[in-house]
């Protein structure tokens, strides 16, 4: 039940319908199970494909559908507004920040052999720039491609942690040193490499607080060696391309903000509907209407913002400080709406079967990657103060 029901094209509300069908056919029944694995079967990878839920926005001629960013939104908004909040993440890094990378970035050789292949999920792909020792200060990763003239190769060198898809993936997407004579952000570049590959090891799929069935896994690379033809964009150019496509890796995560919320709370008057105390309702305590009026009121309010934000990077406007206020107030309203509803099931709330009690756990890790609320509140305040 939305109460600003925003105008949509057919073709958009059909896309919604056929994600829903999806996930009631392939996901639902399964889910539980996956969570408890730590993984989705590979299988599902193609499914999604064969959907042509992976690369919406990709020209059609390198396997996409050629679509605006909205449509990108409309999947990862339907996997999290019911609650498949692993398949969204998983998505998101494989479809909507991998891709683009490639797309944007790639030579015409690169496009052409990994984009239709991501499309069909016949290529998973990963993005690995956290290190042991460098989240937040990207600028103090160690990984290192030394360059061997002899061969004309680079030899990367390093340990990469938390890699979304790193189960999966058949490339990453590497974030490594290029030249340490100059400041990192100056001397870093993106090389796509292949796995398996010689010198390339995936760690253990981390055991985490939620989103369970989205592996995340250490990476580590001892002299993996490729091509100058890996490289994505140029040479010591890695972090400018990097920052290029933050804002919307920051939006995504907002818009998978709004609809985690939309979710939680639509199952939450349900519930609270049908749940019998002290001779009535739940839902006939004034405290639980006061609390989810007040609650989907800040949702909607917040989706309008995110709504233009969207409009923004269909526009190619959306800056670096819109999209981190986006995900840092969307991230952290998440926390508190999914914590307020969890309150109204009470006991059940803490129950792991309770899709509630999961969606409060998913939610946790929305504050942190892509950009923790504080790094968002740096970015926001050095702009405000450098007037
Ligand atoms: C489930 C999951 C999936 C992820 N997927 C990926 C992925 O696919 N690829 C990838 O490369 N990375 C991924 N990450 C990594 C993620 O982006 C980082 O965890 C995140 O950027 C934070 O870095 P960190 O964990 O090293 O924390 P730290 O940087 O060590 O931060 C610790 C604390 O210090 C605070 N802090 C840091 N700097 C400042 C500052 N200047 N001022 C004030 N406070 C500060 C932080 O906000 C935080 O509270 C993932 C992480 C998780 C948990």
């Not at 490594?176 to 796995?195: C, M």
Request: proline share 2%; aromatic share 10%.
């Amino acid at each position: 039940m939305k109460i600003t029901q925003e105008v949509e094209s057919n073709e958009v509300q059909l896309l919604r319908k056929s994600v829903q069908e999806f996930c009631k056919k392939e996901v639902a029944d399964y889910y539980q199970q996956w969570e408890r694995d730590g993984l989705v079967p590979r299988e599902l990878w193609n499914k999604l494909g064969e959907q042509g839920f992976l690369l919406m926005e990709v020209p059609e001629k390198y396997g996409g559908l050629g679509t605006t960013y909205q449509y990108s939104a409309v999947i990862m908004e339907e996997f999290y507004r019911l609650g498949f909040n692993s398949i969204g993440a998983n998505i998101s890094v494989h479809g909507l920040i991998t891709a683009q990378y490639i797309l944007n970035y790639g030579t015409e050789r690169q496009k052409e052999y990994y984009l239709p292949r991501m499309a069909t999920g016949e290529l998973v792909g990963a993005v690995a720039m956290t290190e042991p020792n460098a989240g937040s200060d990207l600028q103090g990763i160690k990984a290192l491609a030394r360059y061997d003239e002899t061969r004309n190769e680079y030899v990367i060198s390093g340990s990469k942690t938390f890699i979304t898809n790193g189960q999966h993936c058949d490339f990453v997407v590497v974030v490594a040193k290029t030249d340490q004579n100059v400041k990192p952000s100056r001397g870093t570049t993106l090389f796509i490499v292949d796995v398996p590959a010689a010198g390339f090891e995936r760690g253990r799929n981390l055991e985490k607080l939620g989103l369970h069935s989205c592996d995340t896994s250490e990476l580590f690379f001892d002299e993996v060696r490729v091509g100058e033809d890996a490289i994505l964009g140029k040479k010591n150019e890695g972090f400018r391309i990097l920052m290029s496509e933050l804002p919307r890796e920051r939006l995504t995560i907002a818009v998978s903000a709004i609809a985690s919320m939309e979710g939680v709370l639509d199952s939450t008057i349900q519930y609270t509907k049908e749940r019998e105390l002290f001779g009535t309702t739940l839902d006939h305590f004034q405290n639980t209407r006061f609390v989810i009026a007040d609650l989907y009121a800040k949702m909607e309010v917040h989706r309008a913002f995110v709504n233009e934000c969207i409009k923004l990077l269909t526009e190619n406007k959306l800056d670096t400080v819109k999209a981190s206020m986006a995900k840092l107030t969307c991230s952290e309203l998440q926390g508190q709406v999914i914590d307020e509803c969890l309150q109204l099931y009470g006991g059940y709330g803490y129950m792991m079967e309770y899709p509630v009690a999961r969606a409060f756990v998913d939610a946790r890790v929305q504050r942190i990657y892509g950009g923790t609320s504080e790094i968002m509140k740096k970015i926001i305040s050095n702009e405000l103060f450098s007037k």
